[in-house]
């Protein structure tokens, strides 16, 4: 492997001078207009020395001198740039120094041999506006450029070399402008349609993301986008809750089919927020049937409790008659906790499911349950008890599961009390 050289000198002066003046909140267009000036501003300032050093062997070196302090003056304001920051001001500086140096220089040297193509510098201040700071804000120096190119060549010598010396500096450095200008300009056109092809993508991935997580959970999701693994994960503690409206086939045959839509997607939609404000997570409808988990990810640490509460406010949601449009509908509830293992499943089309005993129990407590009652296992009695009023459990046969206590939350307790030390004897149902 080669060895790695450290930077040269000349390499840390030149990112020195760049990012002079640079500042963290910059935006990217910003940064780039910064260190295009400082940029300009250095170049202008060598260049100009370099050709005043030339110009010692064949013109009196004090008018020289006087010359020099335009790209020295270049020089300071860099330096004062790198405390004030202020991009406009440093600006307007550097090109007004560019328009001046060749008015400056011609004065003072004279009429010279040296200095018949001293117009030409003055291009030098629209050119870097166009490429510093854009279109618009170069025209005003390109005017500026015209008018003291035009001016210095009517005020020259009789003989007319210095207009004819004008008109060829004007004609080149319009040429070169305007073609400069054009491709700004298309670049810029450029950059907005890019910008705004990136903003129309950066929307649809949102959207996408935004449907991702309405079918999988929030940690799901981000795993899912970032490797196409299997993923299953086993969870020794879930509080799993089936619903299912009572009778609904029956009162949904009276309806028209977007009727009977529209109500049961309200009805689910609302069961959706209430899931959400208690910390707890949809998992999937099945026809009148709705399914949600808590304990899984970033849910609540009382996910019992908060279970217990979507329930009941559940219930509260089908009793409000202006919400169901006057029919009189009943929920049957069935909550039980334990091991789960939660996972995703398809390919082309995901749904994250849940999978146990837990599962089938929850399941089987709200099939073999009442209307507008809900039916929990004794775990999840064990965790609510002192919190919430329970009736005399019962013992209820479930398919596969045989004689199984049944505890049927009520509401909760004004006041918590400690669990007893033994919970009570169920009766057979």
Not at 243 to 256: E, K, P, Q
Request: charged share 15%.
């Amino acid at each position: 492997m080669p060895e790695l050289r450290p930077p040269s000198a000349l390499f840390r002066l030149t990112h020195t001078v760049l990012q002079t003046g640079l500042r963290q909140h910059d935006g990217e267009e910003l940064l780039l207009a910064k260190n295009l000036l400082n940029l300009a501003s250095t170049l202008f300032a060598i260049a100009a020395l370099l050709w005043l050093a030339a110009c010692l062997g064949t013109t009196h070196p004090l008018p020289v001198a006087g010359a020099a302090a335009v790209p020295l003056l270049a020089g300071l304001n860099l330096a004062l740039f790198a405390r004030h920051g202020h991009v406009t001001l440093y600006a307007r500086v550097l090109f007004g120094l560019m328009l001046a140096f060749p008015v400056v220089t011609q004065w003072l040297l004279g009429p010279v041999p040296a200095a018949s193509g001293l117009p030409l510098w003055a291009a030098l201040a629209p050119a870097s506006a166009l490429l510093c700071l854009g279109v618009a804000e170069s025209t005003p120096w390109f005017l500026a450029f015209l008018l003291l190119t035009v001016a210095g060549g009517l005020s020259g010598s009789p003989s007319g070399s210095s207009a004819f010396m004008a008109l060829h500096v004007t004609l080149v450095a319009s040429v070169l402008y305007l073609q400069l200008r054009f491709a700004m300009g298309r670049r810029g056109k450029t950059r907005e349609r890019l910008a705004d092809a990136h903003h129309q993508l950066r929307q649809e991935q949102e959207r996408s993301e935004r449907l991702l997580l309405n079918i999988l959970p929030a940690p799901i999701a981000a795993r899912l986008k970032d490797n196409s693994v299997t993923i299953a994960d086993g969870h020794p503690e879930v509080v799993v809750m089936f619903a299912d409206i009572v009778d609904y086939t029956r009162i949904a045959s009276g309806m028209t089919p977007p009727a009977v839509f529209e109500m049961l997607n309200r009805i689910f939609c609302r069961f959706d927020e209430l899931s959400g404000h208690h910390g707890l997570e949809r998992i999937k409808t099945i026809g009148d049937g709705y399914m949600v988990a808590g304990g899984l990810h970033a849910h609540p640490t009382e996910a019992h409790a908060a279970m217990a509460a979507l329930a009941l406010d559940m219930q509260s949601t089908l009793r409000d008659h202006e919400f169901t449009d006057g029919l009189a509908l009943e929920v049957r509830i069935g909550i039980a906790s334990g091991p789960v293992v939660a996972g995703v499943v398809g390919r082309g089309k995901f749904i994250y499911d849940l999978w146990g005993d837990t599962v089938n129990l929850a399941h089987r407590l709200c099939t073999e349950g009442e209307p507008s009652v809900i039916q929990c296992d004794s775990h999840t009695f064990e965790h609510l008890r002192g919190a919430f009023v329970f009736a005399k459990p019962v013992l209820l046969l479930l398919k596969g599961k045989g004689y199984v206590p049944v505890y049927r939350l009520r509401n909760p307790r004004i006041f918590a009390v400690p669990p007893p030390q033994k919970p009570p004897t169920p009766a057979a149902a």
